[in-house]
């Protein structure tokens, strides 16, 4: 299976993990089960194409996420960010992506 595909990443796993010259996103998805891996799937999809690195975690502790200002299942966060809220498509996903890399994003 190529890296580029389309899955769900494991926890920590880097996709494109080879770029190490690539900015690294390092994200959480909050959500019950089902809906963090179809939010996961799409984000891999959407940003595959983008010059960047992703590492997802994944938060199951439903309280810990309302702790964090999570409403919506699933969302998804970065560095204490709400980016996206609810199964966003890949579109905006893609476009959410490439407004950090416009803005030059500190990564990590």
Do not use: N
Not at 1 to 28: I, K
């Amino acid at each position: 299976m190529s890296e580029e595909s389309c899955r769900v990443l494991r926890e920590d796993e880097v996709l494109h993990a080879r770029h190490s010259e690539w900015p690294l996103f390092a994200v959480t998805i909050h959500g019950s089960a089902v809906e963090r891996a179809k939010l996961a799937k799409r984000l891999a999809c959407a940003i595959k194409h983008l010059p960047l690195r992703l590492k997802i975690a994944y938060e199951k502790d439903p309280r810990r996420s309302m702790e964090r200002g999570v409403g919506a299942d699933p969302t998804l966060e970065w560095e204490g960010q709400l980016l996206a809220e609810g199964l966003v498509s890949a579109e905006r996903l893609s476009e959410i992506f490439e407004a950090l890399l416009a803005q030059g994003a500190r990564t990590g």
